[in-house]
Every structure is written in structure tokens, then in C-alpha cells.
């Protein structure tokens, strides 16, 4: 005999927050209920559990449009990192996504390094279009200006 459950929470191998699962009787009663991980698949609980689901995805759906309104800013931004280079515009080094974050962050966009796409590091002077992530679902170019010194 198993017992009807819908899941409060996350449950790695079983299913995510939701979900509505058959479980064995001492499985939810031993450990997912004390733990608050699920709830006994009542019309109640269903309810509630779809009304906080709505409100989760009302409020993913406005951080993702506040994203891309960020993105938007991002895109008409630059920055420029000053570098020595030789003779025939090779820098002496490179620069990398931490160094083009750093600047970013400077001219007021904070973001990580892990968030710049850079295949491989600018090792040449000039003017370089880099892509942001700023999320899954929204990305920006901001243009990067690599002078010397």
C-alpha cells in the first residue's frame, strides 16, 4: 500500500517541489513529513502549493524582465582597460573575463567573472565586443576597449 504525497520541497531522487508522488507509508511518515519535505495529497494542500507556485513564477517572470532591462543598459556600456604593449600591438600578457569584471565594476555594472564570455583572453589592442550573462535566458555585448598605457 502506498501513500499520496505532494512534495514541499526539492527531494533528490524522488521529485521536485510540486510534485505529487506515491510513496511508501513510513517514508512519509518517518521522514518526509517531520522534515516538512511533503504534505499528504489533500485538495488543500494541492492548493496551496499551486497558489505559491504562481507567485514563484509572477516573481521569476519580473526579475527576469528587471534582467533584461539591466541587459539592455549594459549593452550601451564600455569599458576601457589600459595595458602596456609592444611595438606592434601584442600586450605584454592578456586580458581576461576577471579584468574585463574588474572594469565593469568600476564604471558601475557589478558583475562576476564566470558571467563574461570570453573564449580566450584579448592579447592585441583595440575595440572588442564581449558577451555578458547576465542569466540563462538574457545576455548583453558591451564593447571593450583595450589601450596602452
Sequence with gaps: METEIVLM?????????????KVSPGYARNYL??????????PRHIKALEIEKAKREAEARRAL???????????????????Q?????????????AHIA??????????GKRQVELEEPLKELGVFNVAVRLHKEVAATVKVWIVEK
Design 9 to 21: 520541497h526539492d527531494v533528490p531522487g524522488l521529485g521536485a517541489q510540486g510534485d505529487i508522488k
Design 33 to 42: 513529513f517531520p522534515r516538512a519535505l511533503a504534505a499528504p495529497a489533500t
Design 65 to 83: 524582465e528587471e534582467l533584461r532591462r539591466e541587459a539592455e543598459t549594459l549593452s550601451k556600456a564600455s569599458c576601457t582597460i589600459q595595458v
Design 85 to 97: 604593449a609592444g611595438e606592434d600591438g601584442k600586450l605584454f600578457g592578456s586580458v581576461t573575463a
Design 102 to 111: 574588474e572594469a565593469l565594476e568600476k564604471a558601475g555594472f557589478p558583475l
